[in-house]
C-alpha cells in the first residue's frame, strides 16, 4: 500500500485549509473531517498526490512518520471514503515546505469526525448554490 | 440592514418593514456601505415619510462591519432585534406572529422561524408572484430570527474575521450559547433570488461557510458547556428541487 498514489475520493469530498488545520466535508453525508497537525500535512500531501511512500521517515515533530502508523491513517483515510487509490496518476514531489510544516508539527496522525452539523452541510440553501444549473440546484443528499 | 449598491431594491425591503408598524415600534437601522449607486438617496426619500428609519452612511467596509455598525446603534430602549438584507422583503405579519411569543414568554430570547425562497415577487402586494416558484425551510438566516437584546449583548458582534458566512458563524454561536428559543412556523422572510445576490459568487462563499462550522467545531471542543447545534436547521426539502 505505501507504493500508492491516492486521490480525493469523489467530488463531494472539500476541503480547505484554515490557521493549517486540514478541514474535509463530505458534502454527501454532511459529515464534517479534522486532523491533527500532522494529520493536515499528511491529508494536504497525499491529496495532491504524493506517493506514500515518500512521507514514510519524514520528520514529524519529535519524532519520525513510521510504515505501521501511516498505513493505519491512511485506512482510515480510505475508510471514510475521502481518499481513493489513483494506480495510474503519476506521484507528486513533496515540496520542502510542506516538509517544514510536517517537521514543525507536535501531535499525532489523527483524523476526527464530527456529524452534528451535518443538517448545514448537506444542504445549504444559501451558500451553495450551483450557479450554472440555475435555481435552485442545490446539492442532492444521496 | 446592511446596503450596498441595491436601489432597485432596498426601497421594497423598507417599504415592507413599514407596513408592520402598526405590529411593532420599529426602529429602522439602515447601514449605507459605501454605495455608489442612488441606495442612500432611495433610503432617505422614505425617511421623509418614516422617521423610524434612520441611516447611517460609511465607505466600503463589506456587509460583515456594516452589521455592526448597525448594531452599536441601537436604541437604549430597544428589547428586539431583527435583521433584514436589503433586497429581501419582511413578510405582512412576520412581526405580528413572533412578537406574540415573545409575550407570552417574557424570558424568551429568540424565536427562529422559517423562510421562503423566491424567484419571483409583486413588487405592488410583495408576495409571491403569480407564477413564482418557491419553497419553504428552516435556512441559515438572520431574518428568521428576533433576538432579544441580553441574548445579542451576550453574543456580541459579528466577527469581522468573516467576509461572508458572518451570519452563519452568527446563529451557531447563537445557537451553543443554549439560549431559550421557540421555532415557529412563521415565514420570516421572502428571500429574492436575483442576479446580484452576493452569495452567488464562487468559491469564497463556500470557503467562509466551511470556515464557520470548522470554528463552530473548534469552540464546542475547546468549551464543553456549550451546546449543540442540532435539529434547528431543516431544509432536507430542498433536496428534491432541481430546477425551477
Known sequence: MQQLVYAVASKDIVFESFDGEAVVLDLSTGKYFGFSDSGSRVWEALSSGVAAHALVGQTAGTSTIRLAELESFISQLLEFGLLAPAADAAAQPISGALLAELADTSEPLKVDIHDDLADLIVVDPIHEVEEPLGWPAVKQAS | ?244
Open chain 2, 1 to 244: 440592514m446592511p446596503v450596498y449598491n441595491r436601489e432597485r431594491y432596498v426601497g421594497s425591503a423598507l417599504r415592507s418593514l413599514l407596513r408592520q408598524c402598526d405590529d411593532a415600534d420599529l426602529d429602522i437601522i439602515v447601514v449605507d456601505d459605501g454605495s455608489t449607486d442612488a441606495s442612500a438617496e432611495t433610503v432617505r426619500s422614505l425617511i421623509e415619510q418614516a422617521p423610524c428609519i434612520r441611516l447611517f452612511q460609511q465607505a466600503n467596509m463589506g456587509v460583515t462591519k456594516a452589521r455592526n455598525t448597525g448594531l452599536r446603534q441601537l436604541l437604549p430602549e430597544t428589547r428586539l432585534i431583527s435583521f433584514l438584507d436589503s433586497d429581501d422583503i419582511s413578510p405582512a405579519g412576520r412581526f405580528r406572529a413572533d412578537l406574540a411569543c415573545f409575550a407570552a414568554d417574557p424570558d424568551l430570547d429568540l424565536t427562529y422561524s422559517r423562510m421562503t425562497l423566491i424567484d419571483s415577487l409583486d413588487d405592488e402586494t410583495q408576495e409571491p408572484a403569480a407564477d413564482s416558484h418557491s419553497i419553504t425551510v428552516r435556512g441559515i438566516h438572520l431574518s428568521a430570527g428576533i433576538f432579544a437584546r441580553s441574548l445579542v449583548e451576550r453574543i456580541g458582534g459579528f466577527d469581522e474575521d468573516f467576509s461572508q458566512a458572518e451570519d452563519t458563524d452568527y446563529l451557531l454561536r447563537v445557537f451553543e450559547s443554549g439560549p431559550r428559543f421557540l421555532m415557529p412556523d412563521t415565514v420570516a422572510l421572502y428571500y429574492r433570488r436575483h442576479p446580484g445576490n452576493m452569495t452567488k459568487e464562487k468559491n469564497v462563499p463556500f470557503r467562509e461557510f466551511m470556515r464557520a462550522i470548522h470554528k463552530s467545531i473548534k469552540r464546542r471542543k475547546a468549551n464543553p458547556s456549550l451546546h449543540a447545534v442540532d435539529g434547528i436547521f431543516d431544509f432536507k426539502d430542498l433536496a428534491h428541487w432541481r430546477f425551477l
